[in-house]
């Protein structure tokens, strides 16, 4: 310990004020001037009365020492009931509200500041506490309890970032809403409706092929109990001649809300072909909208506050928003995954996905060796722990293709994906890249418009649609490799290079005026784009990218 140091015991009180930069923002003159009369009216009265010190203010914040836990405890109290009274005749977007945390422990004393676990943990648990509210620790609840005439409500164990054990904790004035157990969701398939014999057995089958679908998907667990369900999906098969239609619904059991529900109508002289289409579709929406609800119901709640399957459901959510910054947002949910959970596979496999690749899928410059290095990284000790992960293979499969152009070994992982999750769109995708790229250019096509077709609902149709451009350009097929790239362009628009795709195709389509708006385009969205910028395409023959090169230029794009 640094000398002039002193370590000691303490209660320590961490306050903040909540949405203090909105009410910056629209009022800085007037935040700052009521924080200034509730300090020297209330706050530092108050403290002084209760033998407490101020040891450093954050703008937005206080840090107090307290020599023991009654005093620290009833001077929060009465803090946050004088600070109602104060706020009672103030419109409720003026009001200055703040959240409390109060732990005892241990803290390191020096030059006047305080530091240590002690103090961390004081403002893990006022990130924690309710507007308005307290949050204390179990040793200080152990100090007060008897002590004082206020109940605290037992809110059990919480996690919190960089603290390595849960934490028991108690919180004024009302108890803190309950937090799912740490586990994924549960989902239930329950019968699908039917009238004929033929439709029962259509309906069985398809029931069936639902439960081994979603069991082989990442994200949620499959139970036959149905009271043990967090979701239920069901359905209908119905057949009519030729026609036969089927209906799924996702329900989430708690709300008894409907979450998704789609139709699937087709003529067909085989049925069986219709359910083996649909059996695909429904599983990857089904899992789709509960990660969304999953993420949604704690959309409310700080990151220190959630779950690990909740961390993991609202990083997933974020990767469906086709922009750079839901790739990176979703690395970085992912990165709050990890310092919980250094090992889980899935998180390591999202932070790689998010922060390796959202720069050469939605913009246009070279990645960082070095952000791509690290999410080698984290790829290679997740499947150090498994190989039954499609997620893990796809994102292993498109990172060899796109940051280090190894073919072979990317087609080798979402051939492994898709053995995990037959016609999985994702694995077809990466293995129709890994084909194209390596000059397999009519069998990657193929494979990425499979990818297409299995689901034009799909939030990653652009990517797949992509590829088939590529495809295109390379076999020299430039109005379909046009058209490849305007379905991109209009599933998500400006991705600079589904329009550096459309541009060049074409001009060496003879659509010179096109290829000049579509660069005018480009460089709106990316006024910094440069062809010298522009990260090279991992295509095996040279000739297939410069020719791309070349084309830009032509078209008008600065070098």
Same mark, same amino acid.
């Given at each position: 310990?640094?000398?002039?140091?002193?370590?000691?015991?303490?209660? *320590?009180?961490?306050?903040? *004020?909540?949405?203090? /930069?909105?009410?910056?923002?629209?009022?800085?003159?007037?935040?700052?001037?009521?924080?200034?009369?509730?300090?020297?009216?209330?706050?530092? $009265?108050?403290?002084?009365?209760?033998?407490?010190?101020?040891?450093?203010?954050?703008?937005?914040?206080?840090?107090?020492?307290? +020599?023991?836990?009654?005093?620290?405890?009833?001077?929060?109290?009465?803090?946050? %009931? /004088?600070?109602?009274?104060?706020?009672?005749?103030?419109?409720?977007?003026?009001?200055?509200?703040?959240?409390?945390?109060?732990?005892?422990?241990?803290?390191?004393?020096?030059?006047?500041?305080?530091?240590?676990?002690?103090?961390?943990?004081?403002?893990?648990?006022?990130?924690?506490?309710?507007?308005?509210?307290?949050?204390?620790?179990?040793?200080?609840?152990?100090?007060?309890?008897?002590?004082?005439?206020?109940?605290? #409500?037992?809110?059990?164990?919480?996690?919190?970032?960089?603290?390595?054990?849960?934490?028991?904790?108690?919180?004024?004035?009302?108890?803190?809403?309950?937090?799912?157990?740490?586990?994924?969701?549960?989902?239930?398939?329950?019968?699908?409706?039917?009238?004929?014999? =033929?439709?029962?057995?259509?309906?069985?089958?398809?029931?069936?092929?639902?439960?081994?679908?979603?069991?082989?998907?990442?994200?949620?667990?499959?139970?036959?109990?149905?009271?043990?369900?967090?979701?239920?999906?069901?359905?209908?098969?119905?057949?009519?001649?030729?026609?036969?239609?089927?209906?799924?619904?996702?329900?989430?059991?708690?709300?008894?809300?409907?979450?998704?529900?789609?139709?699937?109508?087709?003529?067909?002289?085989?049925?069986?072909?219709?359910?083996?289409?649909?059996?695909?579709?429904?599983?990857?929406?089904?899992?789709?909208?509960?990660?969304?609800?999953?993420?949604?119901?704690?959309?409310?709640?700080?990151?220190?506050?959630?779950?690990?399957? %909740? !961390? !993991?459901?609202?990083?997933?959510?974020?990767?469906?928003?086709?922009?750079?910054?839901?790739?990176?947002?979703?690395?970085?949910? #992912?990165?709050?995954?990890?310092?919980?959970?250094?090992?889980?596979?899935?998180?390591?496999?999202?932070?790689?996905?998010?922060?390796?690749?959202?720069?050469?899928?939605?913009?246009?410059? =070279?990645?960082?060796?070095?952000?791509?290095?690290?999410?080698?990284?984290?790829?290679?000790?997740?499947?150090?722990?498994?190989?039954?992960?499609?997620?893990?293979?796809?994102?292993?499969?498109?990172?060899?293709?796109?940051?280090?152009?190894?073919?072979?070994?990317?087609?080798?992982?979402?051939?492994?994906?898709?053995? !995990?999750?037959?016609?999985?769109?994702? +694995?077809?995708?990466?293995?129709?890249?890994?084909?194209?790229?390596?000059?397999?250019?009519?069998?990657?096509?193929?494979?990425?418009?499979?990818?297409?077709?299995?689901?034009?609902?799909?939030?990653?149709?652009?990517?797949?649609?992509?590829?088939?451009?590529?495809?295109?350009?390379?076999?020299?097929?430039? #109005?379909?490799?046009?058209?490849?790239?305007?379905?991109?362009?209009?599933?998500?628009?400006?991705? $600079?290079?589904?329009?550096?795709?459309?541009?060049?195709?074409?001009?060496?389509?003879?659509?010179?005026?096109?290829?000049?708006?579509?660069? /005018?385009?480009?460089?709106? =969205?990316?006024?910094?784009?440069?062809?010298?910028?522009?990260?090279?395409?991992?295509?095996?023959?040279?000739?297939?990218?410069?020719? !791309?090169?070349?084309?830009?230029?032509?078209?008008?794009?600065?070098?």
């Amino acid at each position: 310990m640094k000398r002039g140091s002193e370590r000691r015991t303490a209660a *320590v009180v961490a306050a903040d *004020v909540v949405g203090y /930069s909105r009410m910056m923002g629209e009022d800085e003159s007037g935040t700052l001037e009521a924080l200034r009369q509730h300090r020297a009216k209330l706050i530092d $009265p108050l403290i002084a009365r209760c033998g407490g010190r101020i040891v450093k203010t954050m703008g937005d914040g206080l840090l107090l020492e307290f +020599a023991n836990v009654v005093n620290a405890v009833q001077c929060s109290v009465e803090f946050q %009931q /004088s600070m109602a009274q104060r706020n009672a005749d103030v419109p409720e977007d003026k009001q200055v509200v703040f959240r409390i945390g109060v732990n005892h422990g241990d803290i390191i004393f020096e030059d006047g500041d305080i530091f240590g676990n002690g103090v961390n943990l004081a403002a893990r648990l006022e990130g924690l506490a309710e507007p308005g509210g307290i949050l204390i620790s179990h040793t200080v609840y152990d100090g007060v309890a008897g002590n004082l005439e206020v109940e605290f #409500a037992d809110c059990g164990k919480r996690a919190f970032k960089n603290i390595v054990e849960s934490v028991h904790v108690w919180s004024w004035p009302r108890q803190l809403p309950d937090i799912r157990q740490d586990r994924k969701p549960f989902v239930v398939v329950s019968e699908f409706e039917s009238r004929s014999e =033929e439709e029962k057995t259509l309906a069985e089958d398809l029931r069936d092929d639902l439960v081994a679908a979603l069991s082989r998907l990442t994200g949620m667990e499959v139970t036959p109990d149905r009271r043990k369900a967090d979701y239920l999906v069901h359905g209908s098969v119905r057949l009519t001649g030729r026609r036969c239609r089927i209906s799924a619904r996702l329900i989430a059991e708690a709300e008894e809300e409907q979450l998704w529900a789609e139709r699937y109508d087709e003529k067909t002289d085989d049925p069986y072909d219709v359910m083996d289409h649909c059996a695909v579709q429904i599983s990857m929406s089904v899992r789709r909208r509960i990660a969304t609800d999953d993420a949604e119901k704690a959309a409310d709640k700080n990151f220190d506050e959630m779950t690990i399957e %909740q !961390l !993991l459901s609202a990083s997933g959510v974020s990767f469906f928003t086709p922009t750079k910054d839901g790739w990176l947002r979703g690395g970085m949910i #992912a990165e709050k995954s990890l310092e919980r959970a250094p090992t889980n596979f899935m998180a390591l496999a999202m932070a790689a996905a998010g922060n390796g690749m959202a720069e050469m899928l939605y913009g246009f410059r =070279e990645p960082d060796r070095e952000v791509v290095d690290l999410a080698f990284e984290r790829l290679e000790k997740a499947r150090r722990q498994t190989n039954k992960s499609d997620m893990l293979q796809i994102t292993y499969s498109g990172m060899l293709t796109f940051a280090r152009g190894r073919h072979h070994e990317a087609a080798v992982a979402a051939e492994r994906a898709l053995q !995990l999750n037959p016609d999985y769109n994702m +694995a077809l995708w990466t293995l129709g890249a890994a084909e194209v790229f390596g000059g397999e250019y009519a069998k990657g096509k193929d494979t990425a418009t499979h990818a297409v077709n299995i689901d034009i609902r799909d939030p990653y149709v652009h990517l797949y649609s992509r590829i088939v451009g590529y495809g295109c350009f390379a076999a020299e097929e430039y #109005a379909e490799a046009a058209d490849w790239f305007w379905k991109a362009d209009q599933l998500a628009p400006g991705l $600079p290079h589904n329009l550096a795709g459309l541009a060049v195709c074409q001009w060496h389509n003879d659509d010179q005026e096109g290829a000049r708006e579509t660069i /005018s385009r480009l460089l709106g =969205e990316e006024p910094e784009f440069r062809i010298g910028d522009m990260m090279t395409l991992p295509f095996s023959d040279v000739a297939v990218w410069q020719r !791309l090169v070349s084309g830009l230029r032509a078209a008008g794009a600065p070098g």
